[in-house]
């Protein structure tokens, strides 16, 4: 097979911009395109997030294309969580008993722009900015797009069709509108959507509060979190209902309220943030959902990956993780079936589809757990002897989270699957008073693993 085949690849966000790079860099000749100005030329963050939770499934990514030291560059290290009540208190749940397990804050933007940096060394690989894919014909692998520039139209023709263009993809709504196959799609929005604001740093570029942790001001239904970045200020984010109970975007509509809202709710951030009403009625309130499809490919010719194939809500901090672990996953695949498109787009979401349901799946249950389950006394407790347990038995026993977010080498089904069932086991056995937090580690450690066992093993059974 010639590797000189005529990839063209639709979006250069993160995941297509990374997807451009590993496939040139095996030689494929690439086209991108994508709707958006160059990032790298003008601002166009528009009140989205601007940094993100990079972990160990992100990192192998950048390690496949030889970019980790780079990336790491770009990387604040968050060792936990900073818990803040209504009285300004403050307390850190780490993410693991092991201290070399953390994740990190990254731009979205500086992340983004090393990978189409990256990308563009290589000759092979063109990337075409302000073209907007209208719609793909997939049966003869070819895509209408529209320039912003000059307002025409034209038609692209390629061996295979790749997108990687979010939740909104032009192909997957030409996979729909189609009607040539069974196509399965799901969009699934919650109540609550998300508005950026920031804590801007010190005059003289200073944090204003701890730098390496993720804040979160838990309050039940809705709560603020707060991520470091490199200059010295924080990526502010509220998630809250547009509609429901006494605050909401809905009624949030004057300065005079949302000061008495956060004074009321997060009063240690307001004092951070003398910003806050400019920075509330100029960034747009923006939905948050889960888009789950089936199948992510056509015969040969096309293909979906990212969140064009699995959006899901950010409270795992695995969006962006996930997207990346596809390229790794697809480019495995290639290394056993390359010049075969058809097995290696059956293969590949075969292989994938059931590890990012789960994700899609814990992204949702850790949107309750992070807004309210927090800060309830059972959950410090369990989390107090997970810790302590990855802290003794750091070979022997992972929690949920560290499953999920520092073990890259087992899929998201597997992790949730394991890590509910211990979930369960540890909140049944403090409900049944089995094991207590000062008890002998070892023994806790044999109640957990032998209830985990039982739960796994009557869940197999049905």
């Known amino acids: 097979m010639s590797k000189q085949q005529n990839v063209i690849i639709i979006g250069a966000g993160l995941c297509g911009s990374l997807l451009a790079l590993r496939m040139g860099q095996r030689g494929y000749r690439v086209s991108v395109f994508e709707m958006r100005p160059d990032l790298r030329k003008v601002d166009i963050s528009a009140g989205r997030s601007i940094n993100l939770a990079f972990s160990d499934r992100g990192n192998k990514a950048m390690k496949l294309v030889g970019l980790e030291d780079k990336a790491q560059a770009l990387s604040i290290p968050m060792h936990g969580r900073m818990i803040h009540d209504k009285e300004g208190n403050t307390f850190q749940s780490n993410y693991s008993g092991r201290t070399h397990e953390y994740i990190n804050s990254i731009s979205r933007g500086d992340l983004n722009s090393l990978l189409l940096n990256e990308a563009e060394r290589h000759e092979n690989v063109n990337i075409y900015f302000n073209k907007k894919c209208k719609s793909v014909d997939f049966e003869n692998t070819s895509a209408l797009f529209k320039d912003y520039e000059t307002k025409l139209e034209f038609t692209e023709n390629a061996d295979i069709i790749i997108a990687t263009d979010g939740a909104g993809s032009a192909l997957r709504k030409s996979y729909f509108l189609g009607k040539k196959f069974l196509f399965s799609f799901s969009q699934d929005y919650l109540s609550h959507g998300y508005k950026e604001l920031s804590i801007l740093p010190t005059k003289s570029g200073d944090y204003k509060t701890h730098k390496n942790a993720l804040h979160i001001w838990p309050r039940g239904d809705f709560m603020l979190i707060a991520l470091p970045n490199l200059d010295g200020s924080f990526t502010v984010t509220l998630f809250l209902s547009y509609s429901e109970g006494e605050y909401n975007f809905d009624n949030l509509t004057t300065p005079e309220r949302v000061e008495t809202f956060f004074h009321k709710e997060f009063p240690d951030a307001l004092e951070l943030m003398p910003n806050l009403t400019q920075d509330f009625f100029e960034n747009p309130t923006a939905a948050l959902g889960t888009v789950k499809c089936s199948p992510w490919h056509y015969k040969g010719n096309t293909l979906l990956m990212g969140d064009a194939a699995h959006a899901i809500v950010p409270f795992y901090g695995q969006g962006m993780n996930a997207a990346f672990e596809d390229v790794v996953e697809f480019d495995a695949i290639l290394d056993d079936h390359e010049g075969d498109?058809?097995?290696?787009?059956?293969?590949?979401?075969?292989?994938?589809?059931?590890?990012?349901?789960?994700?899609?799946?814990?992204?949702?249950?850790?949107?309750?757990?992070?807004?309210?389950?927090?800060?309830?006394?059972?959950?410090?407790?369990?989390?107090?002897?997970?810790?302590?347990?990855?802290?003794?038995?750091?070979?022997?026993?992972?929690?949920?989270?560290?499953?999920?977010?520092?073990?890259e080498n087992i899929g998201y089904q597997e992790a949730m699957l394991k890590g509910r069932a211990q979930d369960k086991a540890i909140l049944s056995l403090l409900k049944n008073q089995s094991i207590t937090p000062s008890e002998n580690l070892n023994s806790i450690l044999k109640k957990v693993q032998q209830e985990t066992e039982n739960i796994l093993n009557l869940n197999s059974a049905f």
């Open 341 to 407: 498109w058809q097995t290696v787009f059956e293969r590949y979401e075969n292989h994938r589809k059931k590890d990012t349901d789960a994700i899609a799946d814990l992204a949702l249950d850790n949107f309750l757990e992070m807004r309210d389950h927090v800060a309830h006394p059972v959950f410090q407790e369990k989390r107090k002897i997970e810790m302590a347990l990855e802290k003794e038995f750091p070979t022997k026993y992972s929690s949920k989270y560290s499953l999920v977010t520092f073990n």
